[in-house]
C-alpha cells in the first residue's frame, strides 16, 4: 500500500487546532478506552469505534448511546493485520467524515518468558504494538497532515522508558512507538497536528489482573480523565498518568547501566 506523497508545508502551526468532536478510537474494548469513551460519551461526542469482537462493539455502541454520546459508529477488524488498514482507514473517511481525532488504544502484553523462548511470541508482540501501530498511524496521519488538522493520540508506556529485565519485550515495543511518535509530532507540527504520546504506569484493566498488587494500579477511570484533557489541549504532548510517573521515570532514568542491570525487577 502507498500513500500519496504531500507537499511539504511551511506555514506554521494553527493555533489552536478545531474543538474535539468526532473521535475514532483503534482499540475500542481496551480497558482504559472503554473509560475514556464513556467520559467522551457523556460529553456528547461522535465516536467511531474499532476493535476485533463484533459482538463486543455492539454491546459498547448500545451503552455509549445510552450514555449520551451523540453517534456512536463501529468497525470490525484485527488491528495486527495490516491487510485490514486500509478498509479500517477508508470506512472512517467515508462514513466518519471529518473525524478530528484518533486514540490508538489496542496493545498486548504477553509474559516476558514466553517472548524469550517463543520466537512467534515475539514477533506477535512486535506486530501488534509496534510494527502494526506505526503503519495505521501513518495511514491516519496523512490524512489528518492533507486537512492541517487534528489529533493523533497513541497510549505507549512507562516501560517505554527503561527497558527492564521482567518486561523487556513489551517494553520496548512501547519504547519504540514512543520514538516513532516522536518523528511524527514533528513531521505534523508545522501542519497543526498534534501528536499525543500517552505513557500509563500501571492500570487496573484485564491486561494487568494477573499481575502481584493489580489491586494497587491506577484506577482506568482517573488515566481516562487524563487521556481526555490531553485530547483537549490542556496537556504537554507527552503524558504522563497518573502524573506522579513523570517524576518516577525521570528517577529511573537516571540510574547508571552498572547498577541497573543488575537488579532484578
Ligand atoms: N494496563 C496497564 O497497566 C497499562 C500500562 C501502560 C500502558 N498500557 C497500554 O494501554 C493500552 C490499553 O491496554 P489496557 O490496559 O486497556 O488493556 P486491555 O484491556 O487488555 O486492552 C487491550 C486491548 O487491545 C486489543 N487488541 C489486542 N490485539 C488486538 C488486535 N490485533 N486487533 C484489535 N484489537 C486488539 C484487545 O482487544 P480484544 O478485546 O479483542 O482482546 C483489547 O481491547 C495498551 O496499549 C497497553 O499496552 C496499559
Redesign the pocket.
Known sequence: MTIAAHPTTTRPAATPATAMKKIVIL?A?????LEVQRQLARQGRELLLV???PQ?LAELQADLLVRGAHNVSTYS?????IQQHAAVFEFARRTFRDFDTVLL?????HDQEDSETSIDVLLQELQ??FVSATAILTLFAADLERRGTGCLAA?????GDRARRSNYVYGST?GALSLFLQGLRSRLHPAGVRVITIK????Q????DHLPNSAR?AD?EQVARDIVRALERRSPDVLYTPRIWRYIMTAVRQIPETIFKRLSI
Request: hydrophobic share 40%.
Open positions: 482499540g474494548t481496551s480497558g482504559i478506552a476493535a476485533r469482537s463486543r477488524a484485527d488491528l495486527a493485520s488504544a489496542y496493545g498486548s502484553m501488534v504494538n497510549i505507549t508506556s512507562v516501560a512501547k500509563p504506569g500501571p492500570v484493566t484485564p491486561m494487568t494500579f482506568p
